[in-house]
Structure formats: structure tokens, C-alpha cells
């Protein structure tokens, strides 16, 4: 049987803080204005996201601009609340404290290095949902990249409000990905899955129904992932210069986003940065044949998502809704 793991929430928290090295120095002034910059950033992002994915409006939530401990702290709320929404229980044994405690401390370990990477997340599970900006990494990629500041920050922001966009276009989404995990982590006593190069030994565990389902939950974030991609270019135009520089450098380096990120770590997998590039040709094409308002159907309910096929075949998806397509 497989059931939701005990975790000591305590200990992840404080492990994936004492894990998350400080971030790069900057003065309080700079501090401040880097602040200013990435709220103004996201206020902008709204209009233009809106414009570019002709979605109606975004999912209400705070936007807070955090440091890397801070993010470690709403990570672990948010995995808590998930985990517990799909039937994690108190531990009552002394082995499931002990199990909890270890647990704890390897999803701490793993909030504490993405939280070294991610620059944004939406979090629509907390009970006032939020947009988190992670500045001191949004800082150390600028830097790296030799990039105008304002203009990336801009460029993070878009992709960041593009998710707002998507949880307020299906409503329906956030619960349905917390269905999704729940039917991987019950058991359904059919055969293991099948061993498949692509996947890791933690997806060969499962059985045959549920890598099935995990399929799906991988579908669904690269949707997510690559549609927030494509449409942080489409907004770009008039706001980020230099944009084609900007996406040839972070492709170049980027790890696979933050919620993505954060369902990865929660179900013991690691997101490959491929996955979710299938997401973003998925979305081209649609759009290329349907245009932004058929790529649009996909929000609108369960049945409209693509398959884990459909995401590689977009044709496919096309000819399956015809008639909710145009």
C-alpha cells in the first residue's frame, strides 16, 4: 500500500534554512530599490499578461517579495497543506515520528537547494494565495547573465503572473492536481509499472495505474510551465529588451520552474527542464493552428488538458476538440 508520508514540518523547515546559503550582498539601499522594482515589475505584468493570453483575470493573491529562508518557510506551509488536503495523517507511533523527522529533514534538504534557484512561485493552495518573488536569486541570475536588471525582472514577473492567469481561468485546477496526487499516493493494487528508461526509480515503484496518473500530473504541469513560458515572451514585447538574448541564456541554465519544482520534490522526483519545453512547442503549435484563444480551451475543464500524448501529438488535441476549439 502506498499512503502519504508522515512529515515533521518543523524539521524540514528548519533544514532547508540551516541548508540555504545567504544570497549575494547588496546594501539596504540597493535592497530597497530592487524591492520597488520587482513589485512595480509584477503591477505592470498584469496588463500585459492579460493581454498577451486573453484570459479573463487572475487568481487573487499577495504579491511578497521574499529572501531565500522566507521561500523555504512557504514552501513547507504549502506542502504541508497539500499533503494533509490529500490525507496525510499525524504521526502516532513512535517509528512515524522517527520516519517523520527523517523525512522532514530530505525534503528540507531539497527545499534548501531549490531555494537557491527559484526566482518566483504561485502558491494557490495557502489559505490567502501568493505570488512569491524570490529577489535574491532573481539578483544573482541578472548578474550572471549580464543582464539589464529592470528588464529581467520584468521578464521574471510575466512569467510569474501568467500562472495567476491560468488558476483563474480553471478554478477547477488546484484541486484537481491535489486529486491527481492523492490517486498516486492510494493504493490500487494492480501490477508495477512497467521499468521505462525516462523514468526514475522512484516513478518504477508505483503501479501501472499510478505512473499512469503520475503521467498526467507531469502533462499538467508541462502545460503549465511551457504555456507561462510562451506567453512571458508574447508579453515581453514594449517591456523587456533584449528578450531573445534573455531565453537563449536562461534556457541555457535554468532548472525546471518553481511549482513545478515544489510537486517534483513533494512526490520524489526530479523535473527535467525537457519535459517542460514539451509544454511550450505543445503551445506554439496550438497556437499556430488554433490561435491564443484555442490554446485557451484547455483551461476550461479536466476534459480539455492534454494527455501525456497529446502534449507530444498537439494535432491530436486539436482533432480530440474540434468543437471546443475556435
Known sequence: MTAVPCVDWQVATAAGRLLTPAGPEVSRTEATAIVADLRAS??????????????????????????????VAAATAMASTMLQA?????????????????????????FGFVATRILGQFDPYSTGRRLLLVAPNIVTVERAMGAEPHGFRQWVCLHEETHRFQFGAAPWLAQYLLELMRQIFDDD???????????????????????????????????????????MDRAGGGLVPHLDRYRSAFEARRDAPGFAQLISRLLGLRAKREQYLHGATFCRAVIAEAGVGGLNVAFRSPATLPTPAELHRPEDWLRRVPERVG
Not at 509584477?42 to 529562508?69: F, K, M, N, Q, S
Not at 495505474?209 to 511551457?226: C, F, I, K, Y
Open 86 to 110: 490529500i490525507g496525510q495523517q499525524p504521526a502516532t507511533s513512535l517509528a512515524e515520528r522517527v520516519g517523520g523527522r527523517l523525512a522532514g529533514a530530505q525534503l528540507g534538504a531539497a
Open 42 to 71: 509584477a503591477a505592470r505584468a498584469t496588463h500585459a499578461v492579460a493581454a498577451a493570453t486573453e484570459l479573463a483575470a487572475p487568481a487573487p493573491a499577495e504579491v511578497l517579495v521574499v529572501g531565500r529562508d522566507s521561500w
Open 189 to 231: 493494487g494492480d501490477e508495477p509499472a512497467q521499468p521505462q528508461p525516462t523514468r526514475s526509480p522512484a516513478i518504477r515503484l508505483l503501479s501501472a495505474t499510478q505512473a499512469a496518473t503520475l503521467d498526467r500530473v507531469t502533462a499538467v504541469m508541462s502545460l503549465l510551465e511551457g504555456h507561462a513560458d510562451v506567453m
